[in-house]
């Protein structure tokens, strides 16, 4: 019985198995390790996140004389000032006292959970249904399975430029090559379609696109959206629509889901509560598979659910409360903070528009803004990372710089602050703009004439 056993053993699963008895070769007792030699791996080697390789390499030493202000932190919760609604609340409240969301859920999320994310996303243009909907832990983890399922080690990604860094951190980890295509701030952020189109290759295997943008507030208007399909269905290349932020555009402003406009274009839409119920920390995201003419196919879906197993995604207790989070909660309360995030973005364009030496970009959703920084104007400073590193010295203001972008001379802002703190931020990068200011050579002849 016995030696009908082993074999298959030693198959199952691919793990070798030793006989039993002392049957190890003295050559194999010989190739033993006669020393600790314990390496880390290649994709761990491999993973880095520029926001951290930058910041942690920043020599941040805050002016004692000022209080800190972070206007760094993607985080919309950090002040306090924009708590999610309270029937959000209340559904986990509940969630957690009817005693059913302990145990584990299927790896891509509870059945009645898909089920109610697919109704809340689902239109006449891009149909969901909840076999079209994997739960996962955060939008990251959905980008992560997307850019795993659709591409091998060798196989190149295009992403945004400037754009959310955690692509590029995930990309290169798995040994897959990442393109940088151009948008372009005099066209409100839009991608340069022209560039986008040259850098594909028979080795693309996926496009990013990340409406609305971190870290540029932008949101793409319909045509553009348009586009940017047709160029994707040209080079018959699918597409990962990063829309954490989607809807949250300011009022007056339209968005479009990516999906509800394609025709023939495949496409993985990766979301979450993050940031438009301000719950970042609880970890709820999805990914909604738009299969166009059935080109993904059972393939890719299947895909998703092996990469679903490695780990047993979403919390639980925010899928069993986000029935009543997606449908309960009031309009004014996405309302309220959306005219939250444009008066603030507003004050900030305001306020430092007419500084010399920044040039800024008005933004239309999402929660930052882009602060161009002429650097001939300010000799003191090398790049945007020591003019930032300067910037917390003297005033106690951090600014993300946008080198954390792939995207030089420009510093990133968080528009979430609350408002006196956001008009003393300003006030405190004007003075410091005004003391390093330099005018070029060429301004000083202006002048004299």
């Known amino acids: 019985m016995q030696k009908q056993i082993l074999p298959y053993l030693k198959e199952m699963n691919g793990i070798q198995h030793k006989t039993v008895k002392g049957s190890v070769s003295k050559s194999k007792q010989k190739s033993r390790r006669q020393r600790w030699n314990i390496r880390p791996s290649e994709i761990s080697i491999n993973t880095l996140n520029p926001i951290r390789a930058i910041v942690d390499g920043m020599k941040l030493s805050p002016n004692p004389g000022k209080p800190m202000i972070a206007l760094s932190i993607g985080d919309p919760t950090v002040f306090g000032n924009l708590p999610t609604d309270e029937k959000v609340t209340q ?115 996926c496009l990013i696109i990340n409406n609305p943008s971190n870290p540029c507030g932008s949101v ?72 166009r003419n059935q080109i993904f196919g059972k393939e890719i879906r299947q895909g998703l659910v092996h990469l679903s197993q490695r780990i047993m ?10 029935e009543s989070i997606l449908n309960d909660t009031p309009q004014e ?13 507003e004050i900030c364009f305001s306020e430092l528009s007419t500084v010399p030496g920044l040039t800024l970009v008005l933004p239309a959703g999402a929660m930052y803004l882009m602060v161009g920084i002429e650097m001939e104007h300010f000799p003191e400073f090398q790049n945007d990372v020591q003019f ?12 993300l710089p946008a080198t954390a972008f792939e995207y030089p001379n420009y510093f ?28 070029c050579s060429q301004d000083s002849n202006e002048l004299d004439q």
């Not at 590029?168 to 005099?186: D, H």
């Not at 309360?333 to 973005?345: C, D, V």
């Not at 990133?412 to 005018?439: D, K, N």
Request: aromatic share 10%.
């Open 91 to 205: 559904a986990l409240k509940d969630a957690i006292d009817s005693h059913k969301y302990n145990g584990y859920a299927p790896s891509v999320g509870y059945q009645k959970s898909r089920d109610v994310v697919a109704n809340f996303y689902t239109c006449p243009e891009a149909p969901l249904e909840a076999e079209d909907v994997v739960l996962t832990s955060g939008c990251s983890q959905a980008i992560d399975l997307a850019i795993t399922v659709l591409c091998n080690p060798g196989d190149n990604i295009l992403i945004p430029c400037p754009g959310f860094s955690l692509y590029k951190t995930l990309a290169v980890s798995l040994g897959i090559q990442v393109k940088l295509y151009n948008l372009l701030p005099e066209k409100s952020w839009e991608i340069d379609l022209q560039h986008m189109e040259s850098l594909i290759d028979d080795r693309t295997t």
């Open 220 to 291: 793409y208007s319909k045509e553009h959206l348009q586009n940017v399909l047709s160029v994707a269905s040209k080079n018959c290349i699918p597409i990962l629509a990063d829309e954490i932020y989607g809807d949250m555009v300011f009022p007056g402003c339209k968005y479009q889901s990516m999906a509800s406009l394609s025709s023939d274009v495949p496409i993985l839409a990766c979301g979450g509560l993050a940031k438009r119920w301000l719950v970042p920390g609880w970890r709820m995201g999805w990914i909604l598979i738009h299969d």
């Open 313 to 322: 995604g979403a919390c639980t207790i925010v899928q069993g409360a986000i």
């Open 333 to 345: 309360f996405y309302y309220r903070t959306l005219s939250f995030l444009k008066s603030n973005s």
């Open 388 to 399: 930032t590193e300067r910037l917390v010295t003297e005033q106690s203001v951090f600014c």
């Open 412 to 439: 990133r802002i968080v528009v979430t602050v609350p408002e006196e703190m956001m008009m003393e931020a300003c006030a405190r990068i004007r003075e410091f703009c005004q003391r390093h200011y330099r005018p």
